[in-house]
């Protein structure tokens, strides 16, 4: 779609081929295998709003954010890239027709969990997890260090809750916490509404070091590597919450090859995966100098920065949260670098009066699909 290189395209394969990591969760039922082929087409369908395309692919997009947040609320990253992308509308109207679509798809879908959250928990938004996440955000170990817990009375009623469980550092971990809670007898919301509170208080108290926790936490999410902890490895059954034995589907020779391939993969290694985030981002800036794709690099760089701020406020760093961003990183380190391939043989001027001279995106594509 961005370049008509058959070369290119191969290339990605095989790179996305060679990533075997995602393997790691397949023995592991999580939202990223849902989450991602949705945020996907969310991406694709947004870069062609973006080169002028009809306006009803906006109710596909509301349709396929609404969805991607029910998955993960972390599809929340991609509000700002909605706007942008919408704000670049050639009028106002239209501009405002987009969000409408928008809001209103979201409040259709939305909507309805948000009133079961009233009905259940009491609270009448799409997500009773807001706490633990903020805990995570101020309490959990890291560099540099969380601060102390607050001397207040919502924080002495979990450490009282949470008894012995929560002795020393172990107070620091959000499921812990969570956990200890709920079996002292609290609800999910309940034990939620206790941790955002003594979340925000510590936040309160130390904003500046809170600040720097997540700004250190956008930028480690660039250096995740994929870790043993992340996946089911062997044939040991593995405990459920309720202490029964899971068993695991497959023969052990299968396993055995599986783990050998995991243990043998680049992202279990910290200069690969450096190198990698290193030059899907370098190639992203790529993108956003070349004037026929400058709106697919802005689309991509807002989407990567958006994530991993998100991830860096809200989360630890973690190969899980990185994986979803794969893709975005391979297009863009292949089409930007042959976009700074170009730039460094030719010179950008040279490039822009090319393309000024030569036809539009739109007629290359529909040539493109001529000669099929």
């Not at 706007?83 to 309805?112: E, N």
């Not at 007898?185 to 720097?212: F, H, I, K, N």
Request: proline share 5%; with cysteine.
């Amino acid at each position: 779609r961005l370049t008509c290189r058959v070369l290119l395209v191969n290339l990605a394969l095989a790179v996305r081929l060679v990533s075997v990591s995602s393997a790691g969760y397949a023995s592991v039922v999580l939202t990223e295998t849902w989450f991602e082929p949705v945020f996907l087409g969310l991406l694709i369908l947004l870069g062609e709003s973006l080169q002028g395309r009809v306006e009803f692919r906006w109710w596909t997009i509301g349709v396929l954010f609404a969805v991607g947040f029910l998955f993960r609320p972390a599809m929340a990253a991609m509000l700002p890239v909605l706007v942008v992308a919408a704000w670049m509308a050639p009028t106002w109207r239209v501009t405002a027709r987009r969000l409408a679509i928008l809001g209103g798809v979201s409040a259709l879908l939305i909507g309805p969990w948000c009133a079961r959250n009233a009905i259940v928990c009491g609270q009448a938004t799409p997500v009773i997890f807001l706490g633990r996440e903020l805990w995570v955000s101020v309490y959990s170990p890291g560099s540099p260090a969380g601060p102390p817990l607050p001397d207040t009375p919502e924080a002495a009623t979990i450490l009282e809750k949470g008894g012995d469980r929560l002795n020393g550092e172990a107070w620091r971990h959000n499921w812990t916490v969570s956990t200890a809670l709920t079996d002292a007898g609290s609800t999910d919301a309940e034990a939620d509404r206790g941790m955002r509170v003594v979340a925000w208080q510590g936040l309160r108290r130390d904003p500046l070091r809170w600040v720097v926790r997540c700004g250190w936490r956008t930028v480690d999410l660039w250096r995740s590597i994929f870790s043993r902890e992340q996946a089911i490895y062997g044939g040991t059954p593995q405990r459920t919450a309720v202490g029964a034995d899971q068993i695991l589907w497959g023969t052990d020779a299968l396993r055995g090859v599986r783990d050998r391939c995991l243990d043998a993969s680049l992202e279990t290694r910290l200069l690969p995966v450096e190198l990698g985030s290193l030059l899907g981002l370098l190639g992203v800036c790529g993108l956003c100098l070349h004037p026929r794709l400058s709106h697919w690099g802005l689309l991509v760089a807002l989407t990567l920065g958006c994530t991993a701020v998100m991830t860096g406020v809200l989360e630890i760093p973690n190969h899980r949260y990185r994986l979803v961003l794969e893709p975005l990183l391979i297009v863009g380190a292949l089409t930007g670098g042959a976009v700074w391939v170009e730039i460094i043989r030719r010179g950008r001027r040279d490039l822009v009066r090319e393309l000024q001279q030569g036809p539009s995106s739109a007629d290359h594509h529909a040539e493109i699909r001529d000669r099929k």
